[in-house]
């Protein structure tokens, strides 16, 4: 089957620094990145879609400034949370579409962030 | 808009016993339909989906699913509950044929299986 990957699967940092989280796909190539947010007991907020070698594209209300997202190849995404804060601590999980069209996604294992 | 809807936050279910998880969805066509599981601190299983065809579609672990046009549900089924199948549901609809896969989850339903 399809594999994502997500590394560090969990993080501490300090209020304003930065810090980057990696989604690969290990067995496919991904043309298409999704970044999504998750607050405790609650659903998947979509917060990005990412494709390899354009410019991410952000839902409403989802600040670009502080969540960069690159997509460099069809293997690799990474979202990194720029001058982080509190507020950004939560579990980040990213999916990749192995086929388009067909809807089905492969999800990593998540990162959980949290800001001192 | 399109919406995912599962009314149930929580279901406590005895194990051996039956389980129903129920969907709504609303959109503008038939969508893509999908259940996935996840486990605590975990990203998303895909359980089952469906594109089109039968309406009853089956799935891993046991579970199947059934689309219901005149309803807009998508409700999961189990006929006999593990202990290791408490966990955190979620129905989602994404746009039938449409590149990119994006999809719209519902809230989400946590399952507790008493022994």
């Known amino acids: 089957g399809a594999v994502v990957s997500q590394h560090p699967s969990w993080v501490i940092c300090k209020s304003g620094t930065s810090v980057k989280i990696e989604c690969r796909s290990l067995d496919f190539q991904a043309t298409t990145m999704f970044w999504y947010r998750q607050f405790p007991k609650q659903s998947l907020m979509l917060m990005a879609t990412?494709?390899?070698?354009?410019?991410?594209?952000?839902e409403q209300g989802v600040e670009k400034d502080k969540f960069l997202i690159n997509h460099a190849s069809l293997t690799l995404s990474t979202l990194t949370v720029t001058s982080a804060h509190p507020e950004d601590s939560s579990f980040y999980i990213c999916?990749?579409?192995?086929?388009?069209?067909?809807?089905?996604?492969?999800f990593g294992e998540g990162s959980r962030l949290t800001v001192l | 808009a399109q919406s995912v809807t599962q009314p149930d936050i929580h279901i406590t279910v005895s194990e051996g016993a039956s389980l129903e998880l129920r969907c709504n969805y609303s959109y503008g066509a038939t969508p893509y339909l999908f259940w996935y599981v996840q486990s605590p601190g975990q990203g998303l299983q895909l359980l089952l989906k469906y594109f089109s065809g039968d309406t009853l579609v089956q799935g891993i672990k046991g579970f199947e699913a059934e689309f219901k046009r005149s309803q807009s549900s998508f409700n999961l089924r189990k006929p006999s509950v593990h202990w290791s199948d408490a966990a955190e549901y979620f129905c989602a609809v994404g746009p039938a044929g449409a590149a990119g896969n994006k999809l719209t989850f519902g809230g989400g339903t946590r399952v507790l299986v008493k022994p």
């Open positions: 999916s990749a579409s192995r086929d388009r069209g067909t809807g089905e996604l492969f």
């Open positions: 990412s494709n390899e070698g354009s410019k991410a594209t952000y």
